[in-house]
């Protein structure tokens, strides 16, 4: 008896991927991936500050960090969803956002961009 294999709906996002497309540029590898997933979010974001105010022998003065952060992570948040999902619907249920909301983020953001580099 003959079975057709079912086709899985992969989506057209199936190749946005932030590892690999950072591996591309030559800024991840496995090493780095297996070093970054045994830190805490906390502690990579602190150590990310603290590096970057190194060069300015750690003042950051005038950076509104605070009140960045949000927008910083909200980012974060936003590729992570656009990558993993199969569908833009799907992200959308993901971050429980509407549509227009979707689409006004996904431009203030520069998603298509960030990923087609």
């Known amino acids: 008896m003959y079975w057709k294999r079912e086709r899985v709906y992969k989506g057209k996002y199936k190749n946005y991927s932030i590892s ?14 297996a070093m970054l997933s045994n830190l805490p ?3 990579l974001i602190a150590l990310k500050l603290e590096i970057s105010s190194r060069p300015v022998n750690n003042r ?14 909200r980012e974060a948040v936003f590729k992570f969803a656009y990558s993993s999902s199969r569908t833009q619907g799907e992200a959308m249920n993901f971050l429980g956002l509407p549509e227009i909301k979707f689409y006004e983020l996904k431009n203030r953001f520069g998603i298509e961009r960030f990923f087609e580099k």
Not at 60 to 73: E, F, K
């Open 60 to 73: 950051l003065y005038g950076v509104p960090i605070w009140n960045a952060i949000t927008d910083i992570v």
């Open 20 to 33: 690999s497309k950072l591996r591309k540029e030559g800024k991840s590898n496995d090493e780095f991936e």
């Open 41 to 43: 979010l906390e502690d």
